[in-house]
Nanobody, 121 residues
Framework: QVQLVESGGGLVQPGGSLTLSCAAS????????MAWYRQVLGKERELVAS???????NYANSVKGRFTISRDFAKNTLFLQMNSLKPEDTADYYC???????????????WGQGTLVTVSS
């Protein structure tokens, strides 16, 4: 089993910065790709950024150049550095991981509980 706990959300003014953290625990050796998703009430959850175990990254067009995803393997923590925040970045942000199950021989999804980011003056 893998557990993910996010932190770092809050209220920030437009143009400001915020860093989200996601602490992973449990069978962390089984984790492959990790990612950040976000969701606004009434809309579908969308991918913000992802990072592979090799360090390959992928970003949504709406956050490219402003957000940076990183992973500290020693601390078992995923980060999302968010700069130049806009009101449209307001959402619940969720940490996501794919973990491999040897028993099922497939990747399983794991989600954190979410952390709210509000960008407003």
């Amino acid at each position: 089993q893998v557990q993910l706990v996010e932190s770092g959300g809050g209220l920030v003014q437009p143009g400001g910065s915020l860093t989200l953290s996601c602490a992973a625990s449990g069978s962390i050796f089984s984790i492959n790709t990790m990612a950040w998703y976000r969701q606004v009430l009434g809309k579908e959850r969308e991918l913000v950024a992802s990072i592979t175990t090799e360090g390959g990254t992928n970003y949504a067009n709406s956050v490219k150049g402003r957000f940076t995803i990183s992973r500290d393997f020693a601390k078992n923590t995923l980060f999302l550095q968010m700069n130049s925040l806009k009101p449209e970045d307001t959402a619940d942000y969720y940490c996501h991981a794919l973990r491999f199950s040897p028993r099922l021989r497939q990747n399983l999804e794991v989600w954190g509980q979410g952390t709210l980011v509000t960008v407003s003056s």
